[in-house]
């Protein structure tokens, strides 16, 4: 049997191409006919890089952190808008600013109208950014809101606080010489309205009226063995009230004449009608027009100097006007005496506006002392110790105390002259002012010549006018 004949090799190689080039066609057509996304890769390198399989990468098991989102700023609206703040002024701000070169905000353009007196961290806000590139819109100048100047604050308007100060006001009398039974019967058959009635007037158009109280308001009966002791009974405080008398001074040698019975009837009495009073351990502050005045009361032999300095000190912090009345001096004279020039000037020196003097029960001596008055002896006023006293002259110390931002900015003071009773036989218990022509000038002449102990002493010829064109 005869062997077949195998094909060579030049045979088989060309068969082996014939079937390259039909599996070739064959993919192409195949490819054609596949959806776009299951394409083939590209060719790398070479035939045997054209028909790669693709298998799906391995899971990541590690979860990925989410990040939010990245806004970049858009390139024509990279402006920064600082809204401007106003800090609270201090002295800084009426200073020339301080700049250093090199500050974002040193470089202001001259005349632009405004310092640099941006916060901080304001200014911080702009160090991030970056100059515009190519032909991105260069950033703007920032610009602010006018500066808004606040208006100076406007003085307040002046304000005048008007004093009235009078003497010794003993309402009643001693027990033991009639003169309590003597003040008593007036009262009863002329009332209350009568005792300051030719003063009321002038009473009634200041701000305050002040008169020392020289005796107990009080219904006690065990008194102090002294030649006289004062009081009268708590119903003639109405008196003061329909006087138009608002402050008292309690620091005098009769006050206490019926010991501390006397002095708390006395004290709750002016409490129940609304007067204010001073002494005895008390201090006093009336609301006058918005402003405070100060009220202080001591009398010479039982105060302590440095007590009554401290004391008005602290009045002179709290108040716009501090008064001090002052119980001291001799009997009958009306010139002051060392002591009371001494106590005179350590009040004025601790802040006193005005000192009033009383005890000495005739006028005297009137002081300017650095600028503030000191009346050293008001003498008696409506004084129920003395049926028919032989001095019956008084008078009325007034003092307008003008005030701008609780500073006292002017002064002006009259002297009425009076006498004690309405009558110039007896005492009446009426206190009457007296004109300038009819008796009037020789009062007046009482206190020049008393105060001619000192060198600085009031405008007596404005003193003299203001009398005169009241006549």
Request: charged content about 25%.
């Amino acid at each position: 049997m005869a062997k077949k004949k195998r094909p060579g090799f030049g045979a088989k190689l060309l068969l082996f191409l014939l079937q390259l080039v039909l599996a070739v066609v064959v993919l192409f057509f195949v490819a054609r006919a596949l959806p776009g996304d299951l394409s083939f890769r590209s060719l790398r390198s070479g035939l045997s890089n054209s028909l790669l399989i693709t298998t799906p990468e391995p899971e990541n098991t590690v979860e990925e952190p989410t990040l939010a989102p990245t806004f970049l700023p858009d390139p024509t609206n990279a402006v920064v808008v600082l809204e401007p703040t106003v800090p609270a002024f201090s002295d800084d701000d009426f200073a020339p600013d301080e700049t250093d070169e090199g500050d974002a905000f040193a470089a202001d353009e001259p005349g632009d109208g405004f310092d640099d007196d941006l916060p901080e961290e304001q200014g911080n806000a702009l160090t991030g950014l970056s100059d515009p590139v190519g032909d991105e819109p260069a950033v703007p100048d920032i610009t602010f809101a006018p500066v808004v100047t606040p208006a100076p604050i406007a003085a307040s308007e002046p304000v005048e606080i008007t004093i009235s100060a009078a003497g010794d006001c003993t309402l009643g009398g001693d027990e033991t010489n009639g003169g309590f039974a003597r003040f008593k019967k007036y009262y009863d058959s002329q009332g209350e309205e009568y005792f300051l009635a030719n003063v009321r007037e002038i009473f009634e158009a200041d701000d305050l009226t002040i008169v020392n109280l020289e005796g107990a308001l009080t219904k006690a009966t065990t008194r102090k063995d002294k030649t006289f002791a004062f009081r009268g009974n708590p119903a003639y405080v109405r008196i003061l009230t329909s006087g138009s008398v608002e402050l008292v001074s309690l620091d005098n040698n009769h006050s206490q004449d019926y010991y501390s019975q006397g002095t708390a009837d006395t004290k709750k009495t002016l409490n129940y009608v609304g007067i204010g009073y001073a002494g005895l351990g008390e201090k006093h502050i009336a609301e006058v027009k918005g402003l405070k005045v100060g009220f202080l009361s001591y009398r010479v032999w039982d105060m302590s100097v440095d007590g009554m300095t401290a004391d008005v000190k602290e009045m002179r912090e709290e108040c716009d006007l501090v008064v001090v009345s002052m119980h001291w001096g001799e009997e009958k004279q009306g010139k002051a005496n060392a002591t009371q020039i001494k106590l005179g000037h350590a009040a004025v020196d601790a802040g006193a506006d005005l000192v009033l003097g009383t005890h000495p029960h005739v006028v005297g001596s009137i002081e300017i002392y650095n600028g503030k008055y000191i009346v050293y002896s008001l003498g008696n006023f409506c004084f129920g110790g003395n049926s028919n006293p032989a001095d019956k002259d008084t008078f009325i110390f007034q003092q307008t105390f003008t005030l701008t931002d609780g500073e006292i900015t002017g002064t002006d003071v009259s002297i009425i002259p009076c006498r004690v009773s309405s009558s110039t036989t007896t005492n009446d218990y009426q206190p009457t002012p007296v004109p300038y022509d009819e008796g009037g000038k020789a009062i007046l002449k009482k206190i020049v010549d008393c105060s001619k102990q000192f060198d600085s002493v009031p405008d007596w010829e404005a003193i003299v006018a203001k009398l005169t064109e009241a006549n």
